[in-house]
C-alpha cells in the first residue's frame, strides 16, 4: 500500500513495504489525492505521478464549453490541461510566458526557471498535455519569443521546437505513438517596433509563431484558407482576360490563332527568357514565358482504384503478364503503375488506353471515361478573394494595456481561429493573460477556454469580453 499526505503544495507519496517516501512539488498536491491501489514494485516518482495523473484524468474531466461564452479556469497551466479531456480541442493558440523576462507576480509562474534548459523542460510538459488534448486535425499556434543572455541570443523557441519534435506520446488502447509536426515558422514582424539602444548588433523587429499539427496528421486536417486570405499588393492582371478556363478539341484548334498573337503581344522580356527547356521549373515561370497556354487534359478523372480493378479482371481474363503488356507496348516498368492502387499507381494515359483495348481486348465500359478530353487552361491566376497570407505576417503590435504588458495584436488569434477553428470546435489559450484570444474567438462565435494563474489578469478578461465564465480550485 502507498499512503499520500499533503503539506501546502506538496505531496508525500510513503511507500508502506520500503518506507520509502518521495516528495512531489508539483500543483498536483492541490489534488485530493485517491487511493491508487498497490503499485508493486514500481518505485520511481514518475511512475506515481503517472498513476496519479491517470487517476486525474479519468475522473476529473471538467465540463467544456457549449457556448461561446470563454470558459476561463484560473490557476495553473497544468492543474488545468490534465482536467482537459483527450482529444477534444480544435485550435491552441497561445504565447506562453518567455523566459527570464517579466514577472506576473505569482506563485509558480512560468519564466522564472534559472536556466532555458528549466525552462523548456516546463512548456515541454505543458507541450505533452497539448498533444494529448488536440483533436487528430487539430492545430497548435505558439508565439513565443527569445532571450539574450550576456549578448547572447538563446535560440529559445528553436530549443523547445527541436525538443517537441523529438517527443512521443502514446494514446489510445494500441499506445500508438503520436508527436507533433512543425508545419511553419511563421515570422510575425513588427512594423512599429521598439526602437532599440543597440549598436553592435541589429534591432529585434520579429518574433516567431511557431505552427504545429499532430504527426498522424491526416489528409482531413482542418485548414480553411479562404477564410484568411489577404489582397494581392502589385496590381498584376490576369493575362488570360475573356479566355475560357476550358476548350473542346475544336474549339481549341479554332482559338489556337489567336493565342498565338496574344501570346506575341506579351512578349515576355524578363529573367526566363530564352530559357525554353524547363522554363522556370514552376508553373509561374512556366506562364511567364509561354503566356496563354492550354493543356490536354481527361474531361473525368476516374478514381485509380476503380481502372485497376478493370485492367486488373481483364489482364487475368487474357492471361498476360505486365512485363508482357511492356513488351509489346516498348516500354519498359511502365505498365506496372496501371495495376497499382498506391501512390506509386497512375492511369493510363489517352493513347496507351486504345493500345491496352487492342491487346487485352476489354468492354467499353470506360471508353468514354478514359478517352473523352479537353484543353484547360494554365496560366495563374489570381484568387478572386486574395492571396495565401504565407508565412511573414506583418502585424502592429497590440495597444498598450496599462495592466498588462505582453499582450499579442488581436490579428494573431483571428488568423489561426478562422484558418483552423472549425464552427463548432473548441479554441484553447493556456497562457490567457488579458485574454486576446478569448475575445477574438468569442467575435468569431467560437467556444473558448482560457487558464490563467494570475488572478489579476482574470478581471481584464472579463472587461474584454461580453461574458465569461469563471472557473477556480476552490470551485
Ligand atoms: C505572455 S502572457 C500572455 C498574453 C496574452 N497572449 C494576451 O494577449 O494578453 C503569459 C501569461 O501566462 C501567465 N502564466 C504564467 N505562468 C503560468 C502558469 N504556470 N499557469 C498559467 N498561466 C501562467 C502569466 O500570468 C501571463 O498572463
Known amino acids: 500500500m502507498i499512503r499520500y499526505k499533503t503539506k501546502k503544495d506538496r505531496l508525500v507519496i510513503t511507500d508502506n513495504k520500503t518506507n520509502v517516501k518521495y516528495l512531489i512539488r508539483e500543483q498536483l498536491a492541490v489534488f485530493t489525492p485517491r487511493p491508487l491501489g498497490d503499485p508493486a514494485g514500481q518505485k520511481t516518482v514518475s511512475t506515481y505521478l503517472k498513476l ?76 505533452n498535455e497539448l498533444l494529448r488534448i488536440l483533436k487528430k486535425d487539430g492545430a497548435y499556434f505558439l508565439n513565443i519569443g527569445d532571450t539574450y543572455i550576456d549578448k547572447g541570443l538563446q535560440m529559445i523557441p528553436q530549443r523547445l521546437a527541436y525538443r517537441m519534435l523529438n517527443e512521443v506520446k502514446s494514446t489510445g488502447k494500441n499506445r500508438r505513438k503520436i ?63 475573356g479566355l475560357p478556363h476550358s476548350l473542346s478539341e475544336t474549339e481549341y484548334k479554332r482559338l489556337l490563332p489567336e493565342i498565338e498573337k496574344k501570346n506575341n503581344e506579351l512578349g515576355y522580356n524578363g529573367k526566363f527568357r530564352g530559357n525554353e527547356v524547363n522554363i522556370g521549373a514552376s508553373p509561374g515561370g512556366r506562364a511567364s514565358v509561354t503566356g496563354i497556354n492550354y493543356i490536354k487534359k481527361r474531361k473525368v478523372e476516374l478514381p485509380q482504384e476503380i481502372i485497376c480493378d478493370y485492367l486488373r479482371e481483364w489482364r487475368e481474363k487474357r492471361n498476360i503478364s505486365v512485363i508482357e503488356l511492356d513488351k509489346k507496348l516498348g516500354y519498359k516498368y511502365t505498365a506496372g503503375h496501371w495495376f497499382r492502387k498506391d501512390a506509386g499507381g497512375s492511369l493510363p494515359t489517352l493513347e496507351d488506353w486504345l493500345k491496352l483495348k487492342e491487346i487485352l481486348k476489354f468492354d467499353n465500359k470506360y471508353d468514354k471515361e478514359m478517352t473523352e478530353i479537353h484543353y484547360v487552361l494554365q496560366t495563374i491566376r489570381k484568387h478572386p478573394d486574395g492571396k495565401n497570407p504565407g508565412d511573414f505576417w506583418e502585424m502592429k503590435t497590440a495597444k498598450f494595456n496599462k495592466n498588462h504588458f505582453s499582450v499579442f495584436p488581436e490579428e494573431l488569434p483571428r488568423r489561426a481561429i478562422l484558418a483552423c477553428c472549425p464552427p463548432d470546435g473548441i479554441v484553447l489559450d493556456p497562457f490567457a493573460g488579458s485574454g486576446t484570444t478569448a475575445k477574438v474567438a468569442q467575435e468569431l462565435n467560437r467556444k473558448s477556454i482560457m487558464i490563467e494563474l494570475q488572478p489579476k489578469f482574470v478581471d481584464i478578461i472579463k472587461e474584454r469580453c461580453e461574458e465569461i465564465r469563471e472557473v477556480s480550485y476552490a470551485d
Open 179 to 241: 508527436g507533433w509536426l512543425l508545419r511553419n515558422q511563421i515570422i510575425w514582424y513588427k512594423p512599429d517596433h521598439m526602437p532599440s539602444p543597440v549598436k553592435t548588433r541589429f534591432t529585434n523587429t520579429y518574433e516567431p509563431i511557431l505552427f504545429f499539427t499532430r504527426d498522424d496528421w491526416e489528409k482531413n486536417v482542418y485548414f480553411d484558407i479562404d477564410k484568411i486570405r489577404i489582397p494581392y499588393k502589385s496590381d498584376w492582371e490576369d493575362n488570360n482576360i
Open 52 to 127: 496519479l495523473t491517470r487517476t486525474i484524468e479519468n475522473n476529473d474531466y471538467i465540463e467544456l464549453p457549449s457556448d461561446n461564452v470563454p470558459l476561463v479556469l484560473v490557476g495553473d497551466v497544468l492543474h488545468w490541461l490534465r482536467r482537459i479531456p483527450s482529444e477534444s480541442i480544435s485550435c491552441i493558440v497561445t504565447s506562453p510566458p518567455y523566459w527570464n523576462l517579466r514577472d506576473y507576480y505569482v506563485d509558480g509562474q512560468i519564466g522564472q526557471e534559472k536556466t532555458p534548459e528549466e525552462y523548456t523542460d516546463k512548456l515541454l510538459e505543458v507541450s
